[in-house]
């Protein structure tokens, strides 16, 4: 459950980004706590960058 938990917070980090328009996720980092026994929470937080050309 926990490594459905953790797909699913990836691929809503990417969506997020992909809404931006972002290039790439930087810096990603996961947390997780317990809400009650038997559950948990997990959090994916990155930095969305855009690629600059020169």
Known sequence: MLTDARNT??????D????LDADAIVGIRFTTSAIMDGS?????YGTAVKL???
């Open 52 to 54: 600059i050309k020169n």
């Open 40 to 44: 948990s929470e997990i959090l994916a």
């Open 16 to 19: 997020e980004a992909a809404k």
């Open 9 to 14: 917070s990836i691929s809503r980090l990417v």
